[in-house]
């Protein structure tokens, strides 16, 4: 069993939907980070977390750290967000475990 | 704005070829690492370092090896390419005090 656990696997959603990924992971974290990939390959960090909610434009990221359990949410999908999206729990300052991904196609 | 830059996007070697990628980062970041991804399988590290000519082993490191002679770069070497190389490979960076990791575009590898 993989330490992080991602679902679904892929998305597909209708433009102006709400969206929710979730994350569960089975290790001790020093924070959970929401990562996404564009086509072509580059990654970019969108959240950082330890406790609670954060929250960027249309983007809110929440993790329960007793259930080790993350979400992210995209409000009003758009087909710009289309991307995949990966969950990763830092462990320590170096090490970090990732999720497989999730795709998320969002249809105009 | 912060970066960090691999040195090819796109890559097509023969096998036995030997192989440099190189990362280079603008940020002074203390750590650097090197991930292939592969579908279905999410990144996986083949190797980190955490100051200049240190480096540490991650999950897959056979078959690779690591270069940092300098703070800012980070080159990660194929002695002799082989078709199960092929890949996309990520760099990253950061720093111990936030953790925040900093990605290249990644060098998609073809190895013939």
């Known amino acids: 069993k993989n330490e992080v656990e991602q679902s679904p696997q892929n998305l597909t959603a209708q433009e102006g939907e709400f969206i929710t990924i979730n994350c569960s992971y089975s290790?001790?974290?020093?924070?959970l980070h929401w990562l996404q990939q564009h086509p072509g390959g580059g990654i970019v960090s969108l959240f950082m977390?330890?406790?609670g909610k954060k929250k960027h434009g249309r983007l809110i990221a929440t993790i329960n750290i007793q259930e080790k359990h993350s979400s992210l949410h995209i409000t009003a999908s758009h087909p710009r967000d289309s991307a995949v999206y990966i969950c990763?729990?830092?462990?320590?300052?170096?090490?970090?475990?990732f999720g497989a991904g999730t795709r998320l196609t969002v249809k105009p | 704005d912060v970066k960090v830059t691999q040195s090819s996007r796109y890559l097509v070697k023969r096998t036995g070829e030997k192989v440099f990628l190189e990362c280079v980062q603008d940020?002074?970041?203390?750590?650097m690492f090197w991930y292939r991804q592969d579908p279905g399988l999410g990144l996986r590290l083949i190797y980190f370092?955490?100051?200049?000519?240190?480096?540490e082993k991650g999950d897959i490191p056979e078959g690779y090896s690591v270069s940092r002679e300098k703070k800012e770069r980070f080159s990660l070497i194929l002695e002799s390419a082989s078709t199960n190389q092929t890949s996309m490979y990520l760099c990253?960076?950061?720093?111990?005090?936030?953790?925040?990791?900093?990605f290249g575009e990644g060098s998609r590898l073809t190895v013939l």
């Open positions: 990763a729990a830092g462990v320590g300052n170096n090490d970090m475990r």
């Open positions: 940020m002074d970041h203390e750590n």
């Open positions: 977390l330890s406790s």
């Open positions: 290790v001790g974290i020093s924070a």
């Open positions: 370092s955490y100051d200049v000519k240190m480096k």
């Open positions: 990253a960076s950061s720093t111990p005090l936030t953790g925040e990791l900093f």
